[in-house]
């Protein structure tokens, strides 16, 4: 590390007390220097190596590393947000610099612990000394950040920021694991189309993630913690980063200083503050479940009964267990993660017409661009409304041809979820594209298959099993169903169907067209059963031939 002569223009380094950069030796902009000596033995820097007038060397201050205090900022609104938040930091706190309860508090008012975890992150980034940053080191360290743009990288970054930043051996414990997929779906569900939304069964969903990959491992490694999370849910940390880039690169426009109410580039008005606030939480891919009728609902769906005063009793207690959500918010986020991106792939939006809203519509539509508004899954069969059986299971499930998710409810609390991005159809062959998916979420979340040609289904050709069955090998298929859809085979083991439910994952048209079809077939069935015979065809008709046969020779007279 260099270090400037006691002689060398002190004032101007104490000027750079407060000032650093994101690592030893660093420089923003990607400006390169060379370090030489003049005659006097005094260091200097010369940009690029090239002549001309040196450049005053670097200092190290115990909120940062070394930078240049000339450097230029890459990332405008960065710098606004950094000079907003250090002159809030002064007024409140007196510091010269940004602490973690200001940046949480501004930055993220929503989600304060998130917003405390990614400022311990940029402060480890940086080796600061101090619990805050200067401006410059938070300016660096935000356009670093920022300019992340790799898959993985962005997973790793997540992963140690909610570990132990100062475990040297990078190690990973399952509450850091939980905390971080927590986050991620209170993140998710902030946007929902009814506002915020909680699940009583989400800490179920986060254990049988969190159990399945740490086994009964105390602690592991974040590269492995990265690898596992790729493989299985690899679109869960995402929307997270989607978030916080959001957030760094537009916060400085909602952050109202009264001192800077003349600084038309760091304050807007009151108004266009409030009308851009539905589009801060942005909207992320998270699917909106369709949901179930009130009648089902009122019969006990919902644990609730036909007096609220009333104690349960053990057969209520057992018909809630039964009759609990087969597919809750949690799980729904979960499969959504998981699963191929055609099964939650969001619906596009319209850009706003009118000319008057001009340049705040504008920025309201450019953040909304960065994720389009969640899909919709639509209930298409749900065994304890529509009843069980092979029959209902195919009148309810066959003519939808979007992307669909089977889940079979068993005992032993499993739960399995077949993934089919195709139509369903009776054959007597394995199909299935490359985004066909057998998944087991309960007791632990395992990925069974991924892969195409894994689908069966077959309840009327002979010669062939029948029922449905998922997994790419005929001989040894991963989940077998019979053909009566009441017992699934896992493993060897058989296990009795609770209940079954089908989620449609396409698009509105999609469902539109199934039920278009199901009108046409029953008013079809309608006018077959009333159709008026003239004698010519009467003379010919099979069923003449069979009341003859039953001894109704007189069946045209109506007195016999």
């Known amino acids: 590390m260099l270090q400037r002569e006691p002689h060398l223009n002190s004032s101007r380094s104490n000027a750079m007390g407060n000032s650093h950069s994101g690592k030893a030796g660093g420089h923003s902009g990607g400006v390169a220097t060379a370090v030489q000596s003049n005659p006097n033995g005094q260091v200097q820097e010369n940009p690029a190596g090239g002549s001309g007038p040196a450049v005053k060397g670097m200092s190290r201050t115990a909120s940062g ?114 905390e971080l997929l927590r986050t991620c779906y209170n993140l998710s569900m902030s946007t929902y189309q009814d506002g915020p939304q909680s699940c009583r069964l989400l800490d179920r969903t986060l254990n049988s993630v969190v159990q399945s990959c740490f086994f009964s491992k105390e602690s592991l490694s974040s590269g492995y913690i990265c690898r596992w999370l790729e493989n299985n849910v690899p679109r869960l940390v ?41 589009s801060y939480g942005l909207e992320l891919q998270t699917p909106i479940l369709e949901k179930a009728s009130p009648n089902f609902a009122a019969n006990g769906a919902t644990g609730t009964t036909s007096n609220p005063g009333k104690p349960l009793t053990q057969a209520d207690r057992e018909r809630m267990i039964i009759q609990q959500p087969l597919l809750p918010l949690s799980e729904a986020w979960l499969l959504a993660g998981a699963l191929p991106q055609i099964y939650s792939r969001p619906q596009s939006i319209q850009s706003p017409h009118n000319a008057s809203s001009t340049n705040l519509a504008s920025q309201v539509f450019m953040a909304k661009l960065l994720s389009m508004m969640p899909s919709h899954w639509t209930l ?124 449609g994952c396409g698009n509105t048209q999609q469902r539109e067209v199934q039920l278009d079809i199901k009108n046409w077939q029953i008013k079809e069935a309608e006018r077959q059963r009333t159709v008026k015979l003239t004698a010519a065809d009467w003379i010919d008709h099979p069923d003449r031939y069979l009341l003859e046969l039953g001894g109704r020779q007189n069946y045209n007279n109506s007195s016999s």
């Open 65 to 178: 590393a070394d930078l240049h205090d000339r450097a230029q900022a890459q990332y405008h609104p960065v710098d606004k947000l950094g000079k907003i938040l250090a002159k809030k930091c002064d007024d409140e706190r007196g510091i010269n610099g940004v602490t973690g309860d200001v940046f949480a508090r501004y930055v993220f008012p929503k989600f304060p612990d998130l917003g405390m975890k990614l400022f311990q992150y940029l402060r480890h980034s940086s080796r600061a000394k101090t619990d805050h940053l200067g401006v410059t080191a938070f300016r660096q360290q935000c356009e670093k950040f920022l300019g992340i743009l790799d898959d993985s990288v962005i997973l790793e970054s997540y992963v140690k920021m909610f570990g132990d930043l100062n475990d040297q051996n990078e190690l990973i414990k399952p509450e850091n694991l939980k």
């Open 238 to 278: 995402p929307p997270i980063h989607k978030y916080c880039v959001h957030a760094l690169s537009t916060s400085h426009r909602t952050i109202i200083d009264k001192n800077m109410k003349n600084n038309s580039d760091t304050v807007v008005s009151i108004s266009a503050i409030n009308a851009g606030e539905s």
């Open 380 to 503: 298409l069969y749900d065994s304890r409304q529509d009843g069980a059986g092979t029959n209902r299971f195919l009148h309810h499930v066959l003519g939808y041809r979007g992307p669909n998710l089977v889940l079979f409810r068993c005992d032993d609390d499993l739960l399995f979820c077949v993934a089919n991005a195709q139509e369903w159809r009776e054959t007597h062959l394995y199909y299935g594209s490359e985004d066909s998916c057998c998944v087991q979420l309960l007791p632990k979340f395992v990925m069974l298959e991924r892969k195409p040609k894994s689908l069966y289904l077959n309840t009327h050709i002979r010669g062939y099993p029948k029922g449905l069955r998922a997994g790419s090998d005929p001989r040894k298929p991963i989940l077998i169903v019979d053909e009566h859809f009441e017992k699934l085979e896992h493993r060897g083991l058989q296990h009795k169907i609770l209940s079954i439910e089908v989620w």
